[in-house]
């Protein structure tokens, strides 16, 4: 009862206090806000450059897109990194190696789905039709990232949804016969290599880390803004492959309790 | 290939950590090796950027090149406050995995690659959250090092360690968000998430220099910090998960998370919101330096009151969390107590390390984790023994090792501060780690009841064996090398205390802008 008394006396100020400094907050949506227009004194106002000038310089029509795998595409390497490393911690900590019964052999698919009853054979054909479409979709999210909202984040997220629907409709063997545990943290290194192979490309190239316009010559465009604008779909799809697998990874170790073996 | 040098610092180890879940998941023999030549190439790249520091000052580096207008790209800034502590980071992460190769502690040799790519990752996060000059990139980057040690801290073979990573990371996550909040604030009220911009503005700009919005970032974001580096209310998460994780886990973090964490406070405090606000505008020196002194009489009594070797290191950590923060805090007109508190954060973090690999060795090597188990063990592990009373000086305070200088920097801002009862709480606390240190001292050498008569059994058998029972139980040299190099360093930070000070106090604005916030 007296811990309930104590949190509920930090909550409440915590929340007054934020509380008390939204009043000092400019009003929703005002165009002349610090993060619109800038402030008196500091640097030009970076969302006015991002309006601007982002497509002149990457010719990138969606600015999330530039914003996220170019200005700032440090953060989101090390957002990946998070990823990785949150699927790296649950298989550190989840993750039973002592028991070793038997290998998950590989199952047919067929034979998964046949020898069920009437319930197994509705939801395996539903998830025969829908999983090619959902990772065609997650393809599209992905590569389409450029002009409307999407990347690698959702379609990695996509992807690895459909392979959860797999584990779940017919089991997590049928799913991991298909991408089993040394080949997905693999694909999760690969995926953020092909992230940070790029950056270290530039470096060669002479330009900052990530500085993609450098890459113009290797990826033979027009000019350093096609060569950003290609960048970031080949990063995209390095953060798509972290994001997918990990996604499975963290189903497959949570659903199984670590031991891979039969899922819920 | 110079110019690279702060990107390739942070990277290096995040390619390790890559290349080990590529190659390293057959063959676990491959894992050692990638782990240290990418945190030698850290270390070095360290090194170079702290050279270039003292040859030609500040290094910007703007991540992708995007360096025009100030803030739509992401910078990197090595000065003269980070550029020793990423060489401090550096030797630290060098040193830990030589000594966990030997895997000094229990681990599922199975998960030795995943132990090492979490191993790596930190050291990333570690190198990333010390340079950038980017608030929000500081922010990704500690949930890099979180994630990774609640992972690293929940591999222990005991359920308790598993509980207090569970603590942890309820801990941490709130801490981690306080901070992004605060950065919220402050990104609604100026623009923009560059340090120096903010800092800019904030001075430029008195409207929103004095707006509330301002002034709740600023807490929310030290509540945040607070609560990562342990600062004593909010310190309940530390002493488990630093007692009950692997001993190498135990070796990499608590030395530099705690010590990062301090950094990025007085980092917030010079490169975003600036002294002269924090002292004279906002004028809560004197509340935190009473907090500060509050930590340290605590941790030092609650570290008094420990059984276990480990569990009385972890408290004094929180005792020290209180140096530190106080120390920082002092607003002294000459800025001794930050640049003592910043000396300390390296002093400090070696000092740890050293008593943390020690204590880690005794665990496994002769099982002791109580005060009471280590009877005798000077006789049997000279070289371990005498490196922990050499860490344990340096805590107490004893000429050359560095701990005397940071205590002496501390204790001189702490006087033309006015800060008496800091003063006071400093020699309190080194009182008490006479006392703590001299009990395990005593155990160690003469046992709890010295027997009598013994001692003739003891002569008869040496003689027989001449050196050779002495250094049998003595662990192998990969584990007593850093141990070793670790006192030495300890030795001269402190006998270089002078240069190492002067360095630091370059990063500090000219202390005519800064003026006593006393009354």
């Known amino acids: ?264 | 290939m110079i110019d690279q040098l702060p990107a390739i610092m942070v990277l290096a180890p995040m390619f390790g950590a890559l290349m080990i879940g590529l190659f390293g998941q057959k063959d676990h023999r491959v894992c050692f090796p990638i782990v240290f030549t990418s945190l030698i190439i850290s270390l070095g790249a360290a090194i170079g950027c702290a050279n270039l520091v003292t040859k030609d000052g500040t290094i910007d580096y703007f991540m992708a090149g995007w360096e025009e207008p100030l803030g739509i790209g992401i910078q990197l800034r090595i000065d003269h406050l980070n550029a020793l502590v990423i060489v401090l980071i550096g030797v630290a992460t060098t040193l830990v995995s030589f000594f966990s190769i030997r895997r000094v502690g229990a681990l599922d040799t199975e998960k030795t690659p995943h132990f090492y790519i979490l191993y790596l990752l930190l050291c990333t996060g570690l190198y990333g959250i010390t340079i950038t000059a980017d608030a929000f990139n500081l922010f990704v980057l500690v949930e890099i090092t979180s994630l990774t040690s609640y992972g690293l801290i929940a591999m222990g073979s005991s359920r308790r360690g598993t509980h207090a990573a569970i603590n942890y990371v309820l801990m941490g996550t709130i801490g981690a968000s306080f901070y992004l909040l605060g950065v919220g604030y402050l990104y609604l009220k100026t623009g923009t998430l560059n340090m120096h911009d903010i800092q800019a503005i904030l001075q430029a700009n008195e409207e929103v220099r004095n707006s509330n919005a301002v002034i709740i970032a600023f807490l929310f974001i030290l509540m945040g910090i607070w609560i990562k580096m342990a600062f004593f209310p909010l310190h309940g998460w530390l002493p488990n998960a630093y007692s009950y994780c692997p001993s190498s886990t135990a070796c990499l973090l608590a030395p530099l998370m705690t010590k990062i964490s301090v950094y990025v406070m007085i980092r917030v405090m010079i490169s975003i919101f600036g002294l002269e606000w924090i002292f004279i505008h906002l004028g809560w020196s004197h509340l935190v330096v009473i907090l500060a002194v509050i930590a340290i009489v605590a941790g030092s009594v609650l570290a008094l009151a420990q059984r276990e070797i480990k569990k009385m290191l972890c408290y004094l950590i929180v005792a020290e969390v209180g140096y530190m923060v106080g120390g920082a805090w002092l607003s002294d007109s000459n800025m001794w107590g930050l640049s003592g508190a910043m000396y300390h954060v390296l002093s400090d973090a070696l000092m740890t390390l050293c008593l943390f690999f020690v204590a880690g060795i005794w665990s496994k090597c002769i099982d002791a984790k109580e005060i009471d188990d280590l009877e005798g063990v000077f006789k049997k592990m000279p070289i371990t023994s005498a490196c922990f009373i050499l860490g344990a000086l340096a805590m107490i305070g004893v000429p050359p090792t560095s701990g005397f200088f940071s205590k002496f920097y501390l204790i001189r801002g702490g006087i033309e501060g006015g800060h008496w009862e800091y003063v006071a709480a400093l020699l309190f606390s080194s009182l008490v780690n006479a006392v703590l240190f001299f009990r395990i001292f005593e155990i160690a050498f003469f046992g709890k009841n010295p027997p009598e008569g013994h001692g003739h059994d003891e002569e008869h058998h040496d003689d027989h064996e001449d050196l050779h029972p002495v250094l049998e139980h003595e662990v192998s040299w990969r584990v007593t090398i850093p141990l070793i190099v670790t006192a030495v360093l300890i030795v001269l930070l402190g006998l270089f205390n002078g240069p190492v000070v002067e360095f630091i106090r370059e990063a500090f604005p000219p202390t005519s802008e800064i003026v006593s916030a006393r009354p």
């Open chain 1, 1 to 264: 009862m007296l811990t309930k008394v104590i949190a509920f006396i930090a909550v409440a100020i915590t929340g007054s206090l934020l509380l008390y400094g939204v009043a000092d907050f400019p009003s929703f949506g005002d165009p002349n806000s610090p993060a619109n227009a800038g402030v008196e004194g500091g640097a030009p106002s970076i969302s006015q450059y991002f309006i601007t000038e982002s497509y002149k310089d990457t010719k990138v029509p969606n600015l999330v897109t530039s914003v996220l795998a170019d200005y700032r595409g440090y953060d989101t390497m090390f957002e990946t990194v998070v990823v990785f490393a949150g699927g790296m911690a649950i298989f550190a900590i989840l993750r039973v190696l002592r028991s070793k019964e038997e290998p998950p052999k590989p199952q047919s698919r067929a034979e998964t789905f046949v020898h069920g009853d009437h319930n197994r054979i509705i939801v395996g054909t539903t998830c025969k039709l829908v999983i090619p479409v959902i990772q065609l979709f997650a393809l599209y999210v992905i590569a389409h990232g450029h002009h409307s909202p999407g990347g690698g984040f959702q379609g990695g997220v996509l992807i690895g949804a459909s392979f959860i629907l797999l584990a779940l409709a017919a089991d997590l063997k049928t799913a991991l016969s298909r991408l089993n545990e040394p080949n997905y943290i693999r694909l999760a290194c690969i995926g953020i290599l092909i992230y940070a192979g790029f950056g270290v490309l530039c470096q060669i190239l002479g330009g900052n880390f990530l500085d993609y316009g450098v890459l113009q010559p290797v990826l033979f465009t027009d000019g350093p803004e096609m060569a950003r604008s290609h960048s970031m779909l080949g990063v995209e799809i390095g953060v798509a492959l972290t994001v997918s697998t990990i996604m499975f990874a963290i189903y497959a170790n949570l659903a199984s309790r670590g031991t891979l073996n039969e899922g819920l």
